[in-house]
């Protein structure tokens, strides 16, 4: 009993490590990133004592400069409901790592302890359930702010997060169909199959389109470009106009994180999630070949590698399409949702119905 | 007012394949410049530059010959500024970044010289004017550097001390038909 | 009454008259250097030669008086020819020293040059060296190579200064002005040297290099250094770079008015402006704490000198505050401080005749004994003689029977010595309002800055009783505020009072009120004064100069 709370600790703070540490980094690599793509340096001038490593320092100076920051509360808004808002925020993103399994069970001294912290057999209407309420921080933060401004642009937040949610559903619904379950253990599982003996039964395989939709879905909840309309810090104004110090922080940190849970789900349900393709739980093989065989315990680990890999990989994926597309008009944002996305997850789901009935 | 929509075609319309081709191209960059980045740090292709930027303060454009750049006053023979503190420089500046006190030479023959003589940067518009008015070329702009920040105004002030310091950058070029620095003008006081 | 025709144009002047003189009543203007209307003719310059119809060469436009129907042509191109050879000549050995010479800007050299020659140099010798910056006297310089010998400085000294100190010595191109042998440049009129010379010859030691004659603004005013009135010109900056430190005004020049003092000024008021910019000057409001003061608010200051003054005469009624000013205020400043002392605090203890004030030198040609320029209006405004003089007040504050003093400007401790100092240190209130701290200001409770005559409009009485007006050139300096306006705020916390809001209505009131000033108006004044009516002594018309 209490070992089993103990393990599930450690399980949290191993994710709550990697997660929180990637998205300090992200802040770094977002700047990084940006300034490779564009063939510039980036930031390089925060140092400690004349080291630079490339600028690593930078997080840390942010982090020190958005602590000791004035933390202002409009005087007219709610005080405990503008706290409050940046921290919904982060719980919502953060929680999302729940469900998320990030290796096979590892078998260990006769326990079975499944690489996952909470084993939801609802795991996807989890995932998709907290994605929602993380539209909540947006509107108190909005209404909170006692700024009209404010309000408006969280109402305009509002109305892009509800629009992308039903998209972001439905094309989930498509590997629910294939993969016959909504728990993400389930379905990470399953991704181990092969078409024809060596094709990785893959998700990105099985529903090239519902990735496509899920994945801009997605991105369109992390609220980033090019659909980065509720915030768009530079030139329209969004729904934590108000805020200073850490609490803007709060937000800048959870975008971050939602970028992390992002890159987890998508992992998770198209990019085969902890699988490494040609290796089971035996070790490497070669289809209808032969097997090289590995300890238990290695494949574990490389599988918890490559889950991580994949994450970083979709990081980055999401940081390129940051610092290639312009932002979307709101008309556009809206229309594109409504009358592209929403009718073509429907298409995809009814596609997959047909297939699944035919085959 | 006649508004031009340009129609997309249907490929474009998709959006899908403008998106790949634009990631393809940011990708691609950040490939080529991460491999030089990587290279450059085990010393390999240092010639192929990774990025443009230019590392300010630490690196800097090289100016042109005829670059304007912050002021400096010419000195006699003696070391004492050439200046006479005609304040003509003084009258000329557009922006009055100016401030010379002139006092009473020991020599007759010099008669008149700045006591103090303050170029305000923080106002200044590098236009020139000064350089053009002085009657004995006492005010000069090639030295080829911009002013350092300062933590106050104050540091951004000029003094005549530091503007007599000042050296020109060599191979200056004053005139656009003369190479070099230029005969100086013909000194009507005799200096 | 003889006739001419000066360039075509025909003007009746009265016999003996100059063509200069009648060309000018025709608003043609013939340039010259040696000419000044008020000294004698030399005809030294021949910058002034005109064509005369029917004389065989051209004629000194200065020395020559007009003929009845004389022709004259000032522009013709022997005129100008001759004009060029002139200046040609003037400036062969001419050292052009414009950038740093102090009359640059404003130098009839400079000025004939660019308008009637713009020749390049044909002298191709050596130019003669002569002394520059030549000592004088303590206040004058001069450079003779600068010099193009016309001899105003020589006949001003001569017949404007009453002696003859300055003359030429050597010949032709080596000719140089200076002071004869044994002689000193040392009479109080020097400062006009400075502005009788055409050229940067003659240069004042107060104004040299300080500042240059384009940066300066001008604005008439009076001289405010005696009782004479004399009419001026300040000139002044609003280029001030350094905030309360530094000069604003740079010099007082002669402005002409026949009647008071031609077109010179004395030296004691020329320089006499230091006190607006000096680092004397009050800038704020300040209360004393202990042995040092405070500075404070306007609102605060008023407040408490309301206060106590109001406290005071409650106790003690209104004779246990008396009232000192100075005849340096304007009739403005003085009137609203009767209204407010006088006539709403009903105090009868108003008097500005410190002993003394009126004991300094008078030289007879202009400077005045009394060095205040508004005497005589503070006289005509009843500030004397309604109560006890300076003197017996001084004696009462001793006895405790005084128990305040406000002093307006004046300075009791510069005249009167140890007996105000001790009146003022046993006063249980002295209220200091004034522009440069003093003696008098030491011991003050309250110090209320006031404005300098730059800083305010207003008018003067001179002792001929002609009014004059001062005008505003600059703002106060730090939060220092004209006189009539502190009386006004001090008034309306006090109880009703009229709301001035310039200078003009309170002196609308002036003329209101007080009957030698009736019937004059800012307008009426204009810049030549005007002499009022006097109660006493011969009746004089209202001359409309
Ligand atoms: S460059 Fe122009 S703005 Fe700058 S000091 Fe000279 S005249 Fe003034
Ligand atoms: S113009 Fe030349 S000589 Fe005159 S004050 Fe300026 S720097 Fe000095
Ligand atoms: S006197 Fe006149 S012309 Fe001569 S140096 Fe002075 S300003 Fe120039
Ligand atoms: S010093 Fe001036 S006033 Fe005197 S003679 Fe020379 S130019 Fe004339």
Known sequence: MYLD????????????????????????????????????????????????????????????????????????????????????????????????????????AGRDIPLQIADLNVGILFIVAFGGLGFYSVVLAGWSS?????????????????????????????????????????????????????????????????????????????????????????????????????????????????????????????????????????????????????????????????????????????????????????????????????????????????????? | MKIVTQKLTTKESLYFFEIAKGLWITARHFVKNMYFHIAHLYGKYQEVPAAVTI?????????????????????????????????????????????????????????????????????????????????????????????????????LVYHKEQLLKETPLPNYQRSLNTPGQGPMKANPMGL | MPTVTIDERQVTVDPGTSILEAAKKLGIFIPHYCYHPRLTIVDACRMCLVEVKGAPKLVTSCSNAVADNMVVFTDTPKVEEARQSVLEFLLINHPLDCPICDKSGECLLQNYYFCHSRKPSRFKENKVKKHKVVDLGPKIVLDSERCIVCTRCVRFCKEVAGEEILGIFNRADHSEIGVFPGKKLENNYQGNLADVCPVGALTARDFRFKCRSWFLCQIDTICPGCSNGCNAVVHFTLRNFNGLKGQRVFRLTPRENNDVNKVWLCDVGRWGYAFVDSIDRLTMPAMRKGEDFVKTDWNTALKETANRLKTLVERYGANAIGVIPSPHLTNEDLYALKCLFGCLLKIANIDFKVPGFDKGEDDKILLKADRHPNTKGAELLGLSGTGLSVEAMMDKVKAGEIKALYLAGSDPVKYMGEKAEEALSRAELVIFQGTNFNASCKLAHIVLPGATFVEKEGTFTNYQGRVQKVNKALEPLGEAMADWEIFTRLGQMLGVFPSYRSAEEVFMDIAREVAPFAGITYKKIGSQGIKLTLPEGPVLSEAKE
């Open chain 1, 5 to 108: 709370i103990i393990i599930t600790l450690i399980k949290i703070a191993i994710v709550f490590g990697f997660v929180l540490n990637v998205a300090a980094i992200l802040s770094w690599a977002e700047r990084k990133q940006s300034a490779v793509m564009q063939d510039r340096i980036g930031a390089n001038r925060a140092d400690v004592l004349g080291f630079r490593i490339f600028g690593l320092f930078h997080p840390i100076a942010d982090t020190i400069k958005m602590l000791t920051k004035e933390d202002w509360v409009p005087p007219a808004g709610d005080a405990f409901v503008h706290t409050m808002a940046p921290f919904l925020a982060l719980f919502t993103a953060l929680v999302v790592f729940a469900v998320i399994p990030f290796g096979d069970t590892l078998h260990i």
């Open chain 1, 146 to 359: 006692e700024n009209k401004y404010s309000l408006l642009g969280s109402l305009r937040a509002a109305a892009q997060l509800i629009s992308y949610e039903l998209a972001l559903g439905l094309s989930i619904v498509g590997i629910v169909m294939v993969y016959g379950s909504i728990e993400l253990d389930d379905i990470a599982r399953a991704q181990g199959q092969y078409i024809l003996g060596f094709i990785p039964y893959w998700g990105i395989i099985a529903q090239p389109l519902g990735f496509l939709l899920f994945f801009t879905a997605a991105v369109a909840e992390t609220k980033r470009v090019p659909f980065d309309l509720p915030e768009s810090e530079s030139e329209i104004i969004g729904y934590f106009t108000e805020y200073s110090g850490m609490k803007f922080g709060a937000f800048w940190m959870g975008e971050f994180i939602e970028v992390v849970a992002v890159a987890g789900v998508v992992t998770a349900l198209y990019f085969g999630g902890w699988q490494i393709p040609f290796v089971n739980n035996q070790g490497i093989f070669f289809p209808g070949l032969f097997t090289i065989p590995l300890p238990h315990v290695l494949i574990v680990l490389l599988q918890v590698a490559a889950f991580g890999l994949k994450v970083l990989f979709f990081c980055w994926f999401m940081l390129l399409v940051r610092w290639t597309l312009p932002r979307f008009r709101y008309d556009q944002l809206m229309a594109f949702g409504w009358k592209f996305m929403v009718p073509l997850a429907l298409l995809n789901i009814l596609v997959t119905g047909l297939f699944m009935y035919v085959f």
């Open chain 2, 55 to 155: 590392q300010y303060p630490e690196e800097k454009i090289p100016v042109s010959k005829r670059w304007r750049g912050n002021h400096r006053i010419n000195s006699r023979p003696d070391g004492s500024p050439r200046c006479v503190a005609c304040m003509l420089c003084e009258t000329v500046c557009p922006v009055q970044c100016i401030h010379i006190i002139a006092g009473e030479h020991p020599d007759p023959n010099i008669e008149k010289y700045p006591v103090s003589f303050d170029v305000d940067v923080t106002r200044c518009c590098w236009c020139g004017m000064c350089e053009e008015a002085c009657p004995v070329d006492a005010i000069y702009m090639d030295t080829g550097k911009t002013p350092e920040p300062g933590y106050s105004r104050e540091d």
